[in-house]
Antibody, heavy 120, light 110 residues
Framework: QITLKESGPTLVKPTQTLTLTCTFS??????????VGWIRQPPGKALEWLAL???????RYSPSLKSRLTITKDTSKNQVVLTMTNMDPVDTATYYC????????????WGQGTMVTVSS | QSALTQPASVSGSPGQSITISCTGT?????????VSWYQQHPGKAPKLMIY???NRPSGVSNRFSGSKSGNTASLTISGLQAEDEADYYC??????????FGGGTKLTVL
């Protein structure tokens, strides 16, 4: 059974760097065809894809946020970390991590999400 | 990359069928059979309902079906039930090996 859980601060100040951790179980990020992605959703708004990391350490980023995002993996800990620099109130959102199934190019299992508020 | 275009809202009565469209470009929806649909109930995480345009994951009702024509994908829900009331998002893989979501559609069951 695949599960994912996001963790990190609930409140960050403008200009600070956000670090979120996705801890997962039920699969290994060293297995071919596996990936983990991050998606966010501002209150009352649509989903927005942020980043994706594959088993072979290939990384993809949303073009609009690429300069602010870094995604890394720690295979031994079954974790994926997303950092976002220069946080702004518009970045207030629920942040989800999800298991990416390479063969179908879809997010088949999602974490519960973590709400991050950006405010001074 | 621009978000895929979905209608803001659709509605239907119990037992009816509804269709939600998702329009992209030849660089995403039209170029690949990697369109997915997600259902999201209020306060919950999204749930995969359709992948690769028309495939259903195990456990998803066969009342949900997907299709694609050109740059537009569609999700059809037949035999509408109260529990189907939710937000629905389409997503596509793109030519740049990226992912793009639609703006979401709120389904109301009358």
């Amino acid at each position: 059974q695949i599960t994912l859980k996001e963790s990190g601060p609930t409140l960050v100040k403008p200009t600070q760097t956000l670090t979120l951790t996705c801890t997962f179980s039920g699969f290994s990020l060293s297995t071919s065809g596996v990936g983990v992605g991050w998606i966010r959703q501002p209150p009352g708004k649509a989903l927005e894809w942020l980043a994706l990391i594959y088993w072979d350490d290939d990384k993809r980023y949303s073009p609009s946020l690429k300069s602010r995002l870094t995604i890394t993996k720690d295979t031994s800990k079954n974790q994926v970390v997303l950092t976002m620099t220069n946080m702004d109130p518009v970045d207030t959102a629920t942040y989800y991590c999800a298991h990416w199934e390479y063969s179908s190019s879809s997010f088949d299992i999602w974490g519960q999400g973590t709400m991050v508020t950006v405010s001074s | 990359q621009s978000a895929l275009t979905q209608p803001a809202s659709v509605s239907g009565s119990p037992g009816q069928s509804i269709t939600i469209s998702c329009t992209g470009t030849s660089s995403d929806v039209g170029g690949y059979n990697y369109v997915s649909w997600y259902q999201q109930h209020p306060g919950k995480a999204p749930k995969l309902m359709i992948y690769e345009v028309s495939n259903r994951p195990s456990g998803v009702s066969n009342r949900f079906s997907g299709s694609k024509s050109g740059n537009t994908a569609s999700l059809t829900i037949s035999g509408l039930q109260a529990e189907d009331e939710a937000d629905y998002y389409c997503s596509s893989y793109t030519s740049s090996s990226l992912v793009v979501f639609g703006g979401g559609t709120k389904l109301t069951v009358l």
